[in-house]
């Protein structure tokens, strides 16, 4: 009897464990399943994970810019800052970068990512940072020299946790140190880098919905003001501490989603508003 009933309660543990599920209960499960192809580096299939859209290789333009030469002619730096290659971010700086030289402006891009630049500042160059005492190291140096060189600077990089990605803030850091981008004088701080404008290009997953800047929000109007005018109190207060101008910033929070059937479209669509907003700001001034 005794073997009976072992046999038996063998029988109902094994049962349980056929259908015990593999996964617990509490894994969260996308809302939109994924259905475009895995990004090769990193796996990613879809936004509804992480709100990253992934271009498709036929719709990636990658873009080389020409650099800097000593012609008299306008330059204009783009600082990017974005891990993948075909992301959205990448998109809206190759279609700028491509625009300005069109528009007969030189161009020189610094691929963080690419250099592998370290945004940690660390203890040997904090007084160099903070103070200007010492040299800076050569390869801040170099990016010195590139900031000097140019009419405008365009950092350009994903929201992450509401600010710039790590990479870029780092480059700020230790590049515009003070008694380069700074200095102290008799009536507070004053900003070096006359003459230079500022802008910044940001692509985004949960702003309220919008593209462009202040007043350009489309699904949440209200959120997204809130938003950019909290952006433009930033923006402001670093041009005001590099003497620089503030050009204010092109957000984009409507990304093609990646199961988006117009996606080559909606792409083309987003591109084109960028270069209305970048001949508004640059171009189309007076
Ligand atoms: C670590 C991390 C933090 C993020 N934080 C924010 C955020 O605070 N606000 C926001 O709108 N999007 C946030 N996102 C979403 C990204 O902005 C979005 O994935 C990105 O703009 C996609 O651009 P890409 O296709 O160029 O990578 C975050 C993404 C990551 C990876």
Known sequence: MKKILLSVLALVMLAGCATTPTTPETTPTPSVQPTAPADAETGATSDATTSASIVVDELVKEYTPKGFTDAEVEKVLFVVGDPRHNSVTWDLANTAMAY????????????????????????????????????????????????????????????????????????????FAKKFAYQDSESGLEGLLKDKSIYTIMNCGYLGGGRGWIGDGIIDTETWDKYMNAFDVFDQDTAAFWGVTSYGRYVNDRTPANTSENYAEELKELEDNLITHLDKVYFSKN
Do not use: C
């Open 100 to 175: 300005f030289e069109e528009k007969g402006m030189e161009v020189e891009l610094r691929d963080l990512y690419a250099m592998n630049f370290n945004p940690v500042l660390s203890v040997e160059n904090f007084y160099y940072a903070k103070d200007g005492a010492g040299e800076p190291t050569t390869e801040i140096k170099a990016e010195q020299e590139l900031v000097k060189a140019a009419d405008h600077i365009i950092f350009v990089y994903p929201n992450w946790h509401d600010s710039e990605i790590a990479i870029v803030k780092g480059y700020k850091e230790e590049v």
